[in-house]
């Protein structure tokens, strides 16, 4: 038996350590006194919807979002520069963060779940303005009923594939200036080709455009539904079309590299909900929040450890060495370029 005096220090010991944990700092779950977050979500209406369920049924904020392509959110936060509306930014390629920044719209946050990335070095803006959320290849979507019925022609596997005369009015690609999937296909043509060489073969390219789309993932609906024959979009929404709709779409990729995009998301300099924002970035830093894009039907690749992949093979292709910052610090030079001198951003297919 213990004697009296043992079990009374046992206890007062006991009692010290329960005092004292309980005066740590919760370091897990900073105080968040907003009830609402104002987020611009620039991927695909379902995972926007989807992330906003998750979020609130997790942390019991409301989420207001609206959906944008890259190019128009890019210009609705340049034009809200002074009195912002929303509080973050999140998806869409990382070339219009950089731009944003440029812009001084981002403000700098040092997650404790930088710690949750992969590659800090090439996903993480050196000031923390902005991070990467996920990542995707580039690639061409060619209907395959359309091949049936032009035996001998092949899908592309060639960025020059695109200038073959059979392809003459059967192309669709979104508008780099309301797009990022555009934006990110506009830039490694410039970069694979260099840019003289780039800009004349830009122009070839948009003359065998049938139409040209404001979304970048539009294009893959409309080829699988028989508009045009080939689609330029991100690879994982050309599976998402062939998997959740069943459209007839073959997804190749161009042999001698293509591009990819870091998807992004950065806290808006200003933001009225700023504690809500760093909470939401947080967590889309997080393998739980990640995991969960395929359940909208969301299948790039995450950006931090502990996500299995549901689409290795889409980052399994010969990728260039895309130059994100040279991407982005050119953006806006870049797309006024395409406007003015190729294809105007007028009477754009929704
Ligand atoms: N939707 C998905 C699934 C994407 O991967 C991306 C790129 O980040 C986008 C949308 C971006 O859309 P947009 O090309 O319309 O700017």
Redesign the pocket.
């Known amino acids: 038996m213990y004697s009296k005096s043992f079990v009374k220090w046992v206890v007062i010991a006991l009692l010290a350590v329960m005092v004292l944990a309980a005066c740590q700092p919760a370091a897990e779950t900073p105080v968040v006194t907003d009830t609402e977050l104002n987020l611009l979500c ?3 209406e379902e ?1 926007c919807q989807g992330m906003k369920q998750e979020f609130e049924a997790k942390y019991g904020i409301t989420v207001n979002y609206v959906r ?6 890019l210009a609705r936060v340049n034009a809200e520069k002074d009195n912002p509306q929303f509080d973050i930014w999140w ?3 990382i070339d ?1 963060f950089i731009s944003a920044k440029g812009s001084g719209l981002l403000e700098p946050y040092d997650s404790p779940n930088y710690a949750n990335l992969v590659d800090p070095a090439k996903t993480k803006d050196a000031d923390n303005q902005w991070v990467g959320i ?1 990542m ?1 290849s580039l690639g061409f979507a060619t209907n395959t009923d359309w091949l049936a019925a032009n035996p001998g022609v092949e899908a592309p596997t060639s960025w020059d594939d695109l200038l073959k005369p059979e392809f003459k009015g059967q192309i669709m690609v ?1 508008h780099p200036s ?7 296909a506009l830039a490694t043509i410039l970069q694979i080709k260099g840019e003289e060489a780039g800009w004349e073969f830009l122009k070839q390219y948009a003359a065998q455009v049938s139409q040209f789309t ?5 294009p893959a609906k409309f080829v699988g539904q028989g508009e045009a024959a080939v689609a330029i979009v ?1 690879s ?2 050309t599976v ?1 079309e062939i998997d959740n709709n069943k459209l007839p779409l073959k997804l190749t990729f161009p042999a001698e590299g293509t591009g990819y ?1 870091i ?1 992004g998301m950065g806290i808006m300099k200003g933001a009225k909900h700023m504690q809500a924002a760093k909470l939401w970035f947080d967590w889309a830093l997080t393998a739980e929040a990640q995991a969960l894009g395929p359940t909208y039907k ?1 299948y ?1 690749a995450p950006t931090v450890k502990g996500v299995t992949l549901s689409h290795p093979e889409l980052m399994e292709v010969n990728l260039i060495d895309y130059d994100f910052q040279w991407a982005g610090t050119n953006k806006k030079a870049f797309v006024e370029r395409f406007t003015n001198e190729i294809v105007s951003a007028d009477n754009l297919k929704q």
């Open positions: 620039t991927p695909q995972w944008m392509s890259s190019g128009e959110a998806g869409g390629p219009s996920y995707g979104a309301s797009s990022g999937t555009s934006y990110t404001k979304s970048g993932a539009a991100f994982h929404d998402n995009e998807g969301a790039q």
